[in-house]
T-cell receptor, first 113, second 113 residues
Framework: GESVGLHLPTLSVQEGDNSIINCAYS??????FIWYKQESGKGPQFIID?????DKRQGQRVTVLLNKTVKHLSLQIAATQPGDSAVYFC????????????FGKGTKLSVIP | DAGVTQSPTHLIKTRGQQVTLRCSPK?????VSWYQQALGQGPQFIFQ???????QRGNFPDRFSGHQFPNYSSELNVNALLLGDSALYLC????????????FGQGTRLTVV
């Protein structure tokens, strides 16, 4: 089965609201996690990453939370904008130093103007 | 600075044919990974090249092969194409043994008819 999965396939939010996208992983040996954004017809775009020795990491309008106890990862987007509409993937690096990524199926975020 | 570039962007092939996809990594990157992304799914790791050798391989048959050149660019070859090989093929570049973000190209959309 898949090592990384997502709880919700679609998410609709009002412009200006905060978005939370969730991800579950099963490989306890993974030490590095990344969130990617993929717009239609484009390749995945790096958003933010976090290492397994951290619980939280913040970027510009985005925050990633890692709960190793329950093997859960989340991406929070503050003040969601129409340009945030895309499919979001979490990925885990299953081999340290190798950058061999395992992706989940993705969550489609739709922002309602 | 050009990012990861892939060619061609779209390709249509007939079952049983062979195809070659190309990737030029981001400047300063020496490792190239290939992913297959079926419609509505997350990318799946095919293999990774470093120092002109295949270093890691995902769960893909031997019909999928690759090559890396001295300038770090890479090719993905698929023989005896099947309808199920229709997908978006993504190339990602990174620096070997450096767990930082991998940059993805825009992908090659392969359609097998």
């Amino acid at each position: 089965g898949e090592s990384v999965g997502l709880h919700l396939p679609t998410l609709s939010v009002q412009e200006g609201d905060n978005s939370i996208i969730n991800c579950a992983y099963s490989n306890s040996a993974s030490d590095y996690f990344i969130w990617y954004k993929q717009e239609s017809g484009k390749g995945p775009q790096f958003i933010i990453d976090i290492r397994s020795n951290m619980d939280k990491r913040q970027g510009q309008r985005v925050t990633v939370l890692l709960n190793k106890t329950v093997k859960h990862l989340s991406l929070q987007i503050a003040a969601t904008q129409p340009g945030d509409s895309a499919v979001y993937f979490c990925a885990e690096n299953i081999r340290a130093g190798s950058y061999q990524l395992t992706f989940g199926k993705g969550t489609k975020l739709s922002v309602i103007p | 600075d050009a990012g990861v570039t892939q060619s061609p962007t779209h390709l249509i092939k007939t079952r049983g044919q062979q195809v070659t996809l190309r990737c030029s990594p981001k400047s300063g990157h020496d490792t190239v990974s290939w992913y297959q992304q079926a419609l509505g799914q997350g990318p799946q790791f095919i293999f990774q090249y470093y120092e002109e050798e295949e270093r890691q391989r995902g769960n893909f048959p031997d019909r999928f092969s690759g090559h890396q050149f001295p300038n770090y660019s890479s090719e993905l070859n698929v023989n005896a194409l099947l309808l199920g090989d229709s997908a978006l093929y993504l190339c990602a570049s990174s620096r070997n043994r450096v767990d930082t973000e991998a940059f993805f190209g825009q992908g090659t959309r392969l359609t097998v008819v």
